[in-house]
């Protein structure tokens, strides 16, 4: 299989789907390096933030929407088909693709979405992206239509809503305790939902059986080797041992393309750590009064 490698904290859901094809010719796995850690404890708690594995996201548990930030947030539907917002802006209503399925066969309605709001208002840590305030009430319109009425109006809800993973009600229910549940047989909803192999220095995460967007996937299984930190992941790129990571390359060009031209790729995304921020507090009145006029301000 081709190495490649990407120097940017992106989406583990980009890097699967957008996998070679070429991997068919050599098993379908795509080894990654996910995350770096000095050993992997078996946890895909999805609302952990902490000590669930980093293929927990996206790869176990889709979202609604994928909203495409280098794209200028153009929205690449997933478990939902589409969404709307009301005109007031006080409500947004999505609506799930027919014939969704979890990984265990088990249909994927919008009770499943009641839910899991229903579960995070009831257990508030479980809510890592302050969703609950934002959120008067959840309603089912049908089997495949849930409406999110909203506190106050926002245009931009949808980015914040689709940030919380869904749960199957099934077996979340007989959960006591979701804060410490480590959840380690999985039943989810994304692509790579079966836990294949799992030790403290290597686990695989192979295909859903029941994913609805299967033919478009390019390889069956992600193998994640542990590693400890940058040196360990350079030096298994350097000898192939690793397909695709994210790591910071000194002089990338000689030191890592330059081995393989042919196959040694890279990627950075169009962002940088430096920027400039204006700051709209000031000791000086008639400046906090410019800051305050919106003709002032810069949009």
Not at 11 to 27: E, I, N, V
Request: with cysteine.
């Amino acid at each position: 299989m081709r190495r490649l490698t990407f120097l940017a904290a992106t989406s583990l859901a980009a890097l699967a789907l957008a996998a070679p094809a070429h991997a068919q010719d050599t098993g379908n796995v795509l080894t990654l390096a996910s995350e770096q850690v000095t050993t992997f404890v078996r946890n895909f708690n999805p609302f952990s933030q902490t000590s669930a594995r980093y293929t927990t996201q996206d790869f176990l548990y889709e979202p609604l929407v994928v909203f495409n930030r280098l794209q200028g947030n153009e929205p690449n539907y997933r478990l939902a088909e589409s969404y709307e917002l009301a005109d007031d802006l006080m409500s947004i209503t999505f609506t799930l693709r027919e014939g969704l399925k979890w990984s265990d066969g088990e249909n994927f309605t919008a009770d499943d979405v009641l839910f899991t709001y229903d579960y995070i208002k009831q257990f508030p840590a479980l809510d890592f992206i302050s969703i609950t305030p934002q959120i008067a009430s959840v309603e089912k319109v049908d089997e495949r239509t849930v409406r999110f009425n909203l506190n106050e109006a926002n245009s931009l809800i949808a980015n914040t809503i689709v940030g919380m993973p869904i749960v199957p009600e099934h077996i979340w229910s007989e959960v006591t305790d979701p804060v410490t549940f480590a959840n380690e047989n999985p039943v989810g909803s994304g692509p790579m939902t079966e836990i294949t192999r799992f030790t403290p220095q290597v686990y695989e995460q192979c295909r859903n059986p029941h994913y609805w967007d299967a033919e478009n996937l390019s390889v069956d299984c992600l193998r994640m080797p542990q590693l400890a930190d940058n040196p360990q992941v350079l030096a298994a790129l350097a000898e192939g041992s690793l397909d695709w990571g994210t790591s910071f390359i000194p002089d990338i060009d000689n030191t890592f393309v330059a081995q393989d031209p042919e196959h040694h790729k890279y990627w950075f995304t169009p962002s940088s750590l430096v920027s400039m921020q204006m700051s709209q507090i000031s000791p000086d009145e008639n400046a906090r009064k410019a800051f305050n006029d919106v003709n002032f301000r810069p949009r």
